[in-house]
């Protein structure tokens, strides 16, 4: 691995690579630097290097970092990626930016409530669970459309409902890649037939970049390309 900055130009590289392959635009992908298990020093390193947006999985060492970083809170962007239990949805309110991870309506419920007036809306994501797997979080795709709808009619000064994430089952081949994440860009392409006008897919990681582009991804959350593995 490469330095930080370095890493981080690479990711870019193949970003707009498999943009221009696809026909897109490389600007219509925002690339998420996940920090989950580094220290905040990689945080402040990548910012260094110009990364504005950074992904947790976990809220109390999330919170840890967001703490440590105060200095740099208005230049950062929050998205939080892993499970959000009901009970530390307040925190989470008080502290993100976004969250990727939404399965329920209870949660976007608490959500809304719990945002404070002062900040700007809560930025989500509803999590589908494509591939199907029971350990995986993640709403089944035949209960999408219902909680779309539900979380489309929150308070839209507390959240707001940009798209939809998904972590597919780890595939070796292209093909296989991108058959569970064409299923997410369709499901969003149903929903916004129904008139949610979502702009934002959350999908892909180091190993899949290429495949979320080409599907259509316009966030992909990277890890270990940047920071090295965990």
């Given amino acids: ?10 990711v870019k590289r ?7 392959a696809a026909g897109r635009d490389a600007q219509s992908v925002t690339l998420l630097a996940v920090t989950k298990t580094f220290p905040a020093a990689d945080v402040r390193a990548a910012w260094a290097a110009g990364q ?9 060492e999330a919170l840890a970092k967001i ?8 230049q950062l962007e929050w ?5 959000l239990q009901s009970n530390k949805t307040r925190p989470v309110a008080e502290a993100f930016d976004w969250v990727h991870s939404v399965d329920r309506l209870k949660i ?5 409530e719990q945002r404070p007036a002062w900040l700007p ?11 199907g797997e029971a350990s995986k979080s993640g709403c089944a795709p035949e209960d999408l459309p219902a909680l779309a709808h539900a979380v489309a009619a929150l ?3 507390r959240v707001r409902l940009r798209g939809l994430m998904a972590i597919p089952e780890p595939a070796a081949d292209a093909a296989a890649q991108r058959a569970p994440l064409a299923q997410l860009r369709a499901l969003m392409a149903r929903l916004n037939a129904e008139g949610l006008g979502l702009d934002t897919l959350s999908m892909g990681m180091s190993a899949d970049l290429e495949a979320a582009v080409a599907e259509g991804a316009t966030l992909v959350r990277i890890g270990t390309a940047i920071f090295g593995r965990r």
């Fill in 1 to 10: 691995m490469g330095s930080i900055s370095s890493n981080l130009q690479e």
């Fill in 14 to 20: 193949r970003i707009a690579a498999a943009a221009n």
């Fill in 52 to 60: 504005a947006a950074f992904g947790e999985n976990y809220v109390q």
């Fill in 67 to 74: 703490g440590e970083l105060a200095d740099l809170r208005p």
């Fill in 79 to 83: 998205h939080l990626i892993g499970p």
């Fill in 108 to 112: 976007a419920q608490r959500l809304a």
């Fill in 121 to 131: 809306p809560m930025q989500l994501c509803l999590q589908v669970n494509v591939s």
């Fill in 155 to 157: 308070p839209a000064d």
